[in-house]
């Protein structure tokens, strides 16, 4: 997901007979476009659920910065013992 890739292209047809598959693909954050009659008409996007994600402040208390100068740790001060 970290990179641009180009999407994926499938007929209604094809798209009804491996929904199970496309589904799947887009919840991995692929783009799944779906034609009729070579024309785009929908696009297949995963839902954002909540919680899912980056949410920061999950390592607090598992990282140890280990460093000779303690000046540049003062940011890090909420996130350490």
């Known amino acids: 997901m970290g990179y641009n890739r180009p999407a994926m292209t499938v007929s209604v047809q094809q798209a009804g007979s491996s929904l199970i598959e496309l589904i799947a693909k887009s919840a991995r954050g692929e783009k799944v476009i779906i034609t009729q009659d070579h024309e785009p008409v929908a696009e297949l996007v995963a839902v954002k659920r909540p919680g899912a ?7 607090k208390g ?4 280990v460093g000779d100068d303690e000046a540049h740790l ?3 001060k909420d996130y350490m013992p």
């Not at 994600?53 to 390592?59: E, T």
């Not at 598992?62 to 910065?65: E, F, I, P």
Request: hydrophobic letters at 55%.
């Open 74 to 76: 003062e940011d890090f």
């Open 62 to 65: 598992v990282l140890t910065v």
């Open 53 to 59: 994600g980056v949410q920061f402040g999950l390592a």
